[in-house]
């Protein structure tokens, strides 16, 4: 019982901060401003996802230094957190310290895999959130932030798309590849 409710709140956190440093990355990743693009509602989601990630991040940018396009920082702050997790949750399952340094190789292998599973949830749940709305409000900010979030891998998906006029399938196709990908990153586990 204490075992689940530890599971919980950990992971309920990890997931937090995780994702926000994932949601971080992403909009890095394909320069999206959400201030600039959606005002007030842009603002306060970028803010919190700063408030969120900021303990992490800071000192770990006096050790990284970004170089590339992926922004290295939020990528490895994300994934540490859900290392973090994973021992969290060992050592309360009983796991003695002795035996984590045994399986180390298979905890940072099932944090990437995790960290994955994340990624792909989150973008999953932006989809959906994103078809719905397209359906019932067009002109809602939260449509058009969710359109900004996915349009770098909509354009890419309607590219290899077979035109069919009025009928946008990309959201559709984005939902089934990623589902395709959890079910691979599910047999990882």
Request: aromatic share 12%; net charge positive.
């Amino acid at each position: 019982m204490i075992y689940q409710i530890v599971d919980l709140f950990v992971g309920l956190a990890s997931a937090t901060v995780a994702g926000a440093c994932l949601m971080l990355c992403y909009f890095d990743f394909f320069r999206i401003n959400l201030g600039r693009v959606h005002g007030l509602l842009g603002n306060q989601i970028a803010s919190f996802l700063l408030l969120v990630t900021n303990w992490l991040t800071l000192p770990i940018r006096k050790v990284i230094q970004n170089t590339g396009k992926v922004n290295l920082v939020y990528l490895i702050s994300g994934y540490l957190i859900i290392v973090a997790k994973i021992i969290i949750l060992s050592l309360f399952s009983h796991t003695l310290f002795s035996e984590l340094s045994r399986l180390l190789l298979p905890i940072l292998l099932s944090a990437l895999i995790q960290y994955l599973d994340l990624f792909l949830s989150i973008i999953s749940g932006i989809t959906f959130v994103y078809v719905i709305l397209s359906w019932i409000s067009q002109g809602s900010p939260s449509y058009f932030l969710a359109a900004n979030i996915l349009e770098p891998l909509l354009v890419q998906l309607r590219k290899r798309l077979p035109n069919t006029g009025t009928f946008d399938f990309s959201a559709l196709a984005l939902l089934l590849i990623i589902k395709v990908l959890q079910i691979v990153v599910s047999n990882f586990r």
